[in-house]
């Protein structure tokens, strides 16, 4: 069965400075990774997907995400860090056997604040 | 991208009632799905809404209790029947473009905030 753990509840970081927030995965066969998030009162917003290629992934408002297979670890990452990134983030991850009807598996979410 | 509504927003109910959350989607989609979440925590999925067939439920979620309707492929439903407090929780409607294929990503609505007394 597919599996996701974010190892962190919160983290806390200077705003400028860099953020990590990090995922590891278990899944039967080569992953399909992605990351959320979720800003007070709203619906989940997709940041970035990895599929298949370079390890390094670019997505929305300056966020990448780095796929290490040896580590199933998929940390998501922005070099500098603003207030406004404050917001709770979502790592999920799918099974590419068909079987697993496409299902999201996300992890148990960690929530960001980047102070001022 | 995709643009989900959801109604109601939120909602506050009686126990022993029923509370059906409309999810409206911009485009046309093969695959919906309905989540829970509490506040602050992880998502959970309900139950996958294919246009043309029965829902598929979770372990732990039954089509007695979440009733879901999917009459297109740009609406869906899912009523929370007979709800009790332990149903109150935050009811996410997602869709899945990209022809449903594994690699395309899901969008969210908004959700629907329910509160039941």
């Known amino acids: 069965a597919q599996s996701v753990a974010q190892p962190e509840d919160q983290v806390n970081v200077a705003e400028g400075n860099p953020l990590t927030v990090k995922c590891t995965y278990s899944?039967?066969?080569?992953?399909?990774l992605f990351w959320y998030v979720q800003y007070p009162n709203r619906g989940l917003q997709f940041l970035l997907k990895?599929?298949?290629?370079?390890?390094l992934v670019k997505g929305s408002y300056g966020f990448e995400a780095e796929f290490n297979k040896s580590q199933t670890s998929f940390h998501l990452k922005k070099p500098s860090a603003l207030v406004s990134d404050s917001a709770l983030y979502f790592c999920?991850?799918?099974?590419?056997?068909?079987?697993?009807?496409?299902?999201?598996?996300f992890g148990g979410g960690t929530r960001v604040l980047v102070k001022p | 991208s995709a643009v989900i509504s959801q109604k109601p927003s939120r909602d506050i109910c009686q126990r022993g009632t029923s509370l059906t959350i409309q999810c409206q989607v911009d485009?046309?989609?093969?695959?919906m799905f309905w989540y829970r979440q509490q506040p602050g925590q992880s998502l959970t999925l309900i139950a996958t809404?294919?246009?043309?067939?029965?829902?598929?439920?979770e372990s732990g979620f039954v089509i007695d209790k979440f009733p879901i309707s999917r009459p297109n492929l740009t609406f869906s439903t899912l009523t929370v029947s007979n709800m009790s407090p332990e149903d109150s929780s935050i009811y996410l409607c997602?869709?899945?473009?990209?022809?449903?294929?594994?690699?395309?990503?899901?969008?969210f609505g908004p959700g629907t905030r329910l509160t039941v007394l």
């Open positions: 999920a991850v799918r099974d590419p056997v068909k079987a697993a009807g496409n299902k999201l598996t």
């Open positions: 485009s046309q989609v093969t695959m």
């Open positions: 997602s869709v899945q473009k990209g022809g449903g294929t594994a690699t395309s990503e899901q969008f």
């Open positions: 899944v039967s066969g080569n992953p399909y």
């Open positions: 990895y599929i298949t290629g370079d390890n």
């Open positions: 809404a294919n246009q043309g067939s029965e829902a598929t439920y």
